[in-house]
């Protein structure tokens, strides 16, 4: 896809951080948007922000019928969407696996995984049936995806399966010959300062943890780096709207793996594939002193 003016995205979790940096470029470009969020707040602020062709959906990702009611919503307002970002993603505390509770990956993966399932079954029959190109644009981790943190066993897992379905999506829409393709985001340039560091926000009383955690499990970004500095870590910064430009241009040159610095993961996954062949654990927990 080489021109957006006129057409149509949607990015789910597109109140803050990453998301509504991606709704901007594209708005940037010409492009109607439609931003969707669970938090109504937020939601109506980054409309309010935005400015131009963006319309503000409520949305819970990890509720099918939710996420059918914006593509309702999309295709009677645009008739059409072209490019889907199913971008909303949460986080757990850093905890050992054994001392998670069931309500951790309900949560986590009922958005992270389940809420990109959703998104596809949603939109995707209705953009094969339109007979035009268009992209799915999945946000995964590099912590999952390529190199898993051992102390985010929740987050990190649920982000591996964002990216194997993502291959597999790409396969099936090239493969039943389709003219739409799909694509694995991967944010990256050092660190990001969205609102995933303190997802716990939105999580839902039905799932809260019953067992209480230790604050210093669920840091915060300032307090993230302001111990990483104390250690003598120095964490470079990506900005967020950099990245969604970065994430603009591979949606443009028709990448698969969107990804700044994406030519270090092949060290990365010849090492780990080495470690498995060889029968090993290719991770280890990797702390800083910061969990």
Known sequence: MKDFRGRVAVVTGGASGIGKA?????????????????????????TRELGGE????????????SVNAL???????????????????????????????????RWVHGVNVNGVAHGVQAFV?????????????????????????????????????????????????????TKLRAAIFYPSGGMLDT????????????????????PARETTFADFMAGARKAGYAMPVQDLDELAQFALAGIRNGDFVIMIGRESMEATLVERARKLARGECPIELQHMGLD
């Open 71 to 105: 593509a309702d919503r999309v295709f009677e307002l645009h008739g059409a969407c072209h490019i889907l970002c199913n971008n909303a993603g949460v986080s757990a505390p850093n905890l050992d696996l054994w001392e998670t509770e069931p309500s951790d990956f």
């Open 195 to 214: 609102g995933i560091w303190t997802t716990k926000r939105n999580r839902p009383a039905a799932l809260a943890r019953r067992q209480a955690v230790d």
């Open 22 to 46: 991606l709704a901007k470029a594209f708005l940037g470009e010409g492009m109607k948007v439609v931003i969707a969020d669970v938090e109504e707040r937020a939601l109506a602020a980054a």
């Open 125 to 177: 029959p209705r953009m094969i049936a339109s007979g035009e190109e268009g992209v799915v644009m999945n946000t995964s981790s590099g912590d999952g995806g390529i190199s898993p943190l051992a102390q985010q066993v929740v987050y990190a897992s649920s982000k591996a399966a964002v990216s194997i379905m993502t291959e597999c999506l790409a396969a099936q829409l090239t493969g039943r010959g």
């Open 54 to 65: 963006v319309t503000g959906v409520l949305t819970d990702v990890s509720e099918p019928a």
